[in-house]
Nanobody
């Protein structure tokens, strides 16, 4: 039974930093890709960043490149999202999700308008609020 637990959200001023954690259990961690997604009020869910646990390839949305860093700790079955230089437009509920990994998955995600559709397992969200 795949379980994902996201944590680390909170209230931060613009320019500040937060680190989100996604603790995974119930599956072979290295066989999956883990993604971070976010959904702001009134907006569609969007992909933020993903990591392939099998080969380490990464994906970042253009809006977060250079500011967010995704990483993983296989010993802890945990994926992190370090968010720096936060902006008010980063305010959203952040979710982590898991998808069975496959070759070229990050490249495929980069071409998809709705990458969340390939992620079948989701954790609960954690709210990030960035004040101006």
């Amino acid at each position: 039974d795949v379980q994902l637990q996201a944590s680390g959200g909170g209230l931060v001023q613009a320019g500040g930093s937060l680190r989100l954690s996604c603790a995974a259990s119930g599956f072979t961690f290295d066989d999956y890709a883990i993604g971070w997604f976010r959904q702001a009020p009134g907006k569609e869910r969007e992909g933020v960043s993903c990591i392939s646990m099998s080969d380490g390839t990464l994906y970042y949305a253009d809006s977060v490149k250079g500011r967010f860093t995704i990483s993983s700790d296989s010993a802890k079955n945990t994926v992190y999202l370090q968010m720096n230089s936060l902006k008010p437009e980063d305010t959203a509920v952040y979710y982590c999700a898991a998808a069975l990994d496959r070759p070229m998955l990050m490249r495929k995600i980069a071409t998809m308008a709705r990458p969340e559709r390939i992620f079948g397992s989701w954790g609960q969200g954690t709210l990030v609020t960035v004040s101006s």
